[in-house]
């Protein structure tokens, strides 16, 4: 059994700042791409940023301002948000592909999403 565990999202002023975290546990084998993606009202959920065998991608409307980035050793992709814009507000959600130790093959999880409001 493999879990997500996400954190961090929150209400925070535009130009403010959060961090998010998603943390993998559970019986894992090998976890390949790790990343985030993003649903707002009324919208399609798109991604933001994944990290993948050192490779990251951002959605161009983040570059510059989002930083995704990996703890192999916790399982843990990490997203710190700057300079945050009321657009940026939405549900985002951790994805990554997990082969557990009981399947020889990777399998999609999904967090349980978090929050991000930017509001004054």
């Known amino acids: 059994q493999v879990q997500l565990v996400e954190s961090g999202g929150g209400l925070v002023q535009p130009g403010g700042s959060l961090e998010l975290s998603c943390a993998a546990s559970?019986?894992?084998?090998?976890?390949?791409?790790m990343g985030w993606y993003r649903q707002a009202p009324g919208k399609e959920r798109e991604l933001v940023a994944t990290?993948?065998?050192?490779?990251?991608t951002y959605a161009d409307s983040v570059k510059a301002r989002f930083t995704i980035s990996r703890d192999n050793a916790k399982n843990t992709v990490y997203l710190q948000m700057n300079s945050l814009k009321p657009e940026d507000t939405a549900v985002y959600y951790c994805?990554?592909?997990?082969?557990?130790?009981?399947?020889?093959?990777?399998?999609?999880?999904w967090g349980q999403g978090t929050q991000v409001t930017v509001s004054s």
């Open positions: 559970g019986n894992i084998f090998s976890i390949n791409d």
């Open positions: 994805h990554t592909y997990i082969k557990s130790t009981s399947t020889s093959y990777f399998v999609n999880y």
């Open positions: 990290t993948s065998n050192g490779r990251i």
